[in-house]
């Protein structure tokens, strides 16, 4: 096959292959972008040889404590380290706090859905999403119907991936509500960070992230099933060291204290949850599961799965354990399902969306397809359901050959696919090969819902390390760069400093009462809208 | 503590303690092969090296004679011989990297590092001059690992397992030293030069040929070879001193997990109380060589017995 494959979560990230000038966070119109003032005559002073020194003492302390990601599928050293970028990606605390208002939004109206889909399923009723988009799709579980969680709330840890395009410009690109990872790079980066350049953090006041695991182990506590007497015991449940994500799950286990465990670590008697512990049985109440539903349970999914605990789901239904994210949650997050995120905003909380999602255009209506078709060579086209499959077209890279091959499975099968343009994400300066150059970034901020909704301030963000690039993922040549939210405001001193026009603008744009962001031109956006 | 937890904390104990006595035994074996006379001499040294270090029989698999380089490599690189060298430090950072919580970071490090330069080495570190430096460096990642764990490490169940695997291996491996030379030490022995350097040879492979002269100031004589391996208390490596510890650290774990001392405990007491009762001289009249495979053999139940009431997750 000749087309081009790339994970799930890559789509979105390969676009276009010239794309339009990319707004850069640090520079703009001539001056430094209020944020970055600090940090850019920091660059500046110490000079790119002295980056490079600190970019190697990082790798060694990275290397040191071990944070690594393995990779056993090819040649080489199966534990490899994330490249980190030493230029930390900066935030004002206006934008974290819009982006964090939305974020909640989003959170809240994802929860929602998940209630009622496996509830009364009034979004259906009412027509604003179709049946069977969500009721035949492979990540809807009908063990968890008429099954309420312990709280109420499905994505107790998610993870929202944004991109930017411009000053007031964020948009969704995926939402991920199974298991989200990548917080402990966030902890680790700034750890780094405040080792290597200690001086840097005297001259701002970032907002701290540290206390995370302590967040995330009151978040777990706080969906501990009422049968649970006394202090809740909570535990993580990893697939085992040769998960690629493996550091993650001790990293988290340890800085909250608590039990790592492996599914032949736990059993099941009466429907209650016990962990084999050298005194005996101990009975487990809260779960924070770093497996795949389909993993969880042999007893309820997959028979084969020697990763789950058997008898798992009947303890959760019975209402004796939870478990982190409730197993079903991934309908949430599904790429077909996405475009309808807004409208579950609408739907269940009556608010307008304050993060906007990508365009998206679903090949399944007329309309649409028409469009995709007559714009292949502009377009990037995934696959619309699960995560079975990983075929996608980045029209820009494609041959005229293989966008034939897809317009040609497109009209076979319209209701597999999606298609949205190609974003030109932001960029921010990045050491590479000894140089500093203008690379593109996302972010990831992490969700906390238990009783309530907690976040600390940032996220981790992702940098594309290959010159051009708009892929981030790891896997691909990705890196990793700390997150600042600065907690105070510019100063008017500094304002003037930078390029007089563009900061003026960026300030208007930043004091504005946070309307909702506008929407890309050429938009058959939210097609939630008038579906019936 | 997870059963899991203490079943790697007593395995990462158990391997590092075994590369560092592979490297010990080796290194006082390549002496004796070095110094022996007869051409077939330093072929029986290495297969005896090897039959103690449990790994004869994979290398006649894979080897016709035990030529000097073939024996060597076996020992530390290949990571086919599940004895060996390589094979231990992989398995002893694997069990590490499963529990990382419950190590600290000094221990952590050292086992680390040392798979880390380990993967990094070549061929040639093994090679003529560069082996006794690559055997101490060994012994020296051994002895900063025990020194990490003994000094950073709470005295918690997950000190004590990981000191179990430790004195278990170290107790197994002083047997079976001291067994693969049990002729030097039968009663009717000769005193003869070669004997005497199999004594050297014993000593210096658990690192305790000073300790001889400093508790017996006396020359070497296999009586005394024998007491000092088998039951003096002052000799950390000794069966006696290794299996009080064995039965004192099985009766903390015991309290600190609901009293229930269970079949463990009993035979680490009966294997403690045949070192500290027992006579040297019915032994040796008995026979050494019966003596200690009764020892390893009793050793192997122990390590079962362990696993059944603490490691393996079935005493529920």
Known sequence: ?532 | MLSRTADSLFWLGRYSERAGNVARGLGATLRMALLAEPADGAEREWRALMVAAGCEHGFRERHEAAAHEAAIHWLTLDPANPSGIAASVESARRNARSVRTALTVDMWEAINDTWLEFRRLDSGAIKGDRLPGFLDWVKSRTLLFNGAAADTMLRDDAWRFTQLGTILERADNTARLLDSRHGAFAPDVSADAACYAHWQAVLRSVGALRAYQHVYHARLDPRRVAELLLMRTELPRSLLSCYARVERTLQTIANANGGNPGECQRLAGALHAKLRFGRLDSILDGGLHGFLTGIIDENITLGQEIAARYLNGKNA
């Open chain 1, 1 to 532: 096959m000749a087309l081009r494959c790339a994970t799930p979560e890559d789509a979105g990230r390969n676009v276009a292959d010239r794309p339009a000038p990319a707004f850069d966070e640090m520079h703009a119109d001539g001056g430094i972008r209020p944020p970055y003032l600090e940090i850019a005559r920091f660059l500046e002073a110490g000079g790119q040889a002295a980056l490079e020194q600190k970019r190697r003492e990082a790798e060694v302390l990275f290397r040191r404590i071990g944070v690594t990601f393995a990779v056993y599928t090819e040649g080489g050293d199966p534990e490899r380290l994330i490249p980190f970028d030493v230029i930390p990606r900066i935030l004002s605390r206006m934008e974290w706090e819009r982006l964090s208002q939305g974020l909640e939004q989003r959170v809240r109206a994802l929860n929602a859905f998940l209630a009622d889909v496996y509830g009364p399923q009034e979004i259906i009723k009412a027509g604003r999403i179709p049946a069977d988009l969500v009721l035949r799709n492979e990540g809807y579980l009908p063990q968890m119907v008429g099954f309420t969680p312990p709280g109420g709330v499905y994505t107790v840890i998610s993870g929202i991936d944004l991109v930017r395009t411009g000053p007031d410009q964020f948009y969704v690109l995926e939402d991920n509500c199974r298991t989200p990872s990548g917080v402990s790079y966030m902890l680790e980066n700034r750890e780094a960070m405040l080792r290597l350049f200690p001086e840097a953090f005297t001259r701002h006041r970032i907002a701290p992230v540290s206390h995370y695991p302590e967040e995330l182990l009151e978040t777990l506590k706080s969906i501990a099933p009422s049968s649970c007497q006394g202090e809740p015991c909570v535990v993580v449940l990893t697939p085992g060291p040769y998960n690629s994500a493996y550091y993650e799950h001790s990293f988290l286990a340890d800085e909250m204290g608590v039990e790592l465990v492996e599914g032949a670590d736990l059993f099941v008697r009466d429907k209650v949850v016990y962990m084999r512990t050298t005194a005996g049985p101990r009975r487990v109440d809260v779960i924070y599961r770093r497996i795949d539903d389909e993993y969880l349970d042999p007893e309820a999914f997959r028979p084969d799965s020697a990763l789950g605990v058997a008898g798992l789901m009947e303890a959760y239904r019975a209402g004796n354990v939870a478990l982190a994210n409730a197993p079903g949650a991934g309908i949430a997050d599904d790429k077909a399902v996405y475009p309808f995120v807004p409208e579950m905003v609408r739907f269940y909380l009556k608010e307008e969306p304050i993060l906007q999602n990508v365009p998206t255009f679903m090949c399944e209506r007329e309309a649409d397809r028409e469009h995709v078709l007559a714009n292949l060579d502009k377009l990037v086209v995934k696959l619309a359901r699960g995560s079975g499959g990983y075929g996608m077209l980045v029209g820009p890279h494609a041959t005229e050959e293989q966008r034939a091959e897809f317009a040609d499975r497109i009209r076979a099968r319209p209701g597999d696919y999606i298609a949205q343009p190609t974003l030109a994400l932001s960029t921010v300066p990045t050491l590479c090969e000894g140089k500093v150059a203008s690379r593109h970034v996302d972010l990831r901020p992490f969700i906390l819902f238990g009783r309530s909704i907690r976040m600390v301030p940032g996220g981790l963000t992702r940098v594309a390390l290959r010159e051009g690039s708009l892929v981030v993922n790891s896997s691909q040549g990705g890196g990793t760069k700390d997150t600042w939210v600065l907690d105070d405001p510019p100063k008017p001193g500094q304002a003037q400093s930078a390029g007089p026009r563009g900061l003026a603008q960026t300030m208007d744009g930043m004091t504005q009462s946070m309307p909702p962001l506008p929407p890309l031109p050429d938009a058959a956006n939210d097609p939630g809208r008038g579906f019936r």
